[in-house]
């Protein structure tokens, strides 16, 4: 079964940091690009970050340039975003998404999501 | 990069046909053909419906359809069934190699 799962989500006070890793399995995980999307709590889906698939290309969104990292091990199929300088806007729902090889923009496969929550 | 524009919210009655509009500019919709959508039942995980602007993934039904014209996308769901019941969100690749989601339409099946 293709699946992805996340994990590291919980609650941080602001300035501070988190990891998110995100399990790949079912699919040959190094042939995708992958990509984080967040949902804040009753509010629409929002674009963070993309990777391809060796890792040679990375994408922000403003909101988060500087301060998120996103990366890969395609030997342990894992997708991970740093998180950094966390604000209370960045509370939200975070997704693992897979997108469709030859067409961009395609999220096939979500996870579950991992909730992080930007506190004091 | 402002969120493409969605109606809040449409509705329609068992069997019939409605359509959710995605308004973006020139830099997303209006210069690729890469818009998606996405159904997202209470609770759960979005789910792709419409990619490419027309193409359904398998297992998708045909009452699903997509289509484009200028810097607006649409989505319409014909013999609308109670199930159908959900918020849809439309996507785009953009001029900056990112990608831009709208604010999303609850469908509400009468």
């Known amino acids: 079964e293709v699946q992805l799962v996340e994990s590291g989500g919980g609650l941080v006070q602001p300035g501070g940091s988190l990891r998110l890793s995100c399990a790949a399995s079912g699919f040959t995980f190094s042939n995708y690009w992958m990509h984080w999307v967040r949902q804040a709590p009753g509010k629409g889906l929002v674009w963070v970050s993309r990777i391809n698939s060796d890792e040679s290309t990375t994408t922000y969104a403003d909101s988060v340039k500087g301060r998120f990292t996103i990366s890969r091990d395609n030997a342990k199929n894992t997708l991970f975003l740093q998180m950094n300088s966390l604000r209370a806007d960045d509370t939200a729902v975070y997704f693992c998404v897979r997108a469709l090889v030859n067409a961009w923009g395609a999220f096939d496969i979500w996870g579950q999501g991992t909730m992080v929550t930007v506190s004091s | 990069q402002s969120a493409l524009t969605q109606p809040p919210s449409v509705s329609g009655s068992p069997g019939q046909s409605v359509t959710i509009s995605c308004t973006g500019t020139?830099?997303?919709?209006?210069?690729?053909?890469?818009v998606s959508w996405y159904q997202q039942p209470p609770g759960t995980a979005p789910k792709l419906m419409i990619y490419?602007?027309?193409n359904r993934p398998s297992g998708v039904p045909d009452r699903f359809s997509g289509s484009k014209s200028g810097n607006t996308a649409s989505l319409t769901i014909s013999g609308l069934q109670a199930e159908d019941e959900a918020d849809y969100y439309c996507?785009?690749?953009?001029?900056?190699?990112?990608?831009?989601f709208g604010g999303g339409t609850k469908l509400t099946v009468l």
């Open positions: 020139s830099s997303d919709i209006g210069s690729y053909n890469r």
């Open positions: 490419e602007v027309s």
């Open positions: 996507s785009s690749y953009t001029s900056s190699s990112t990608f831009v």
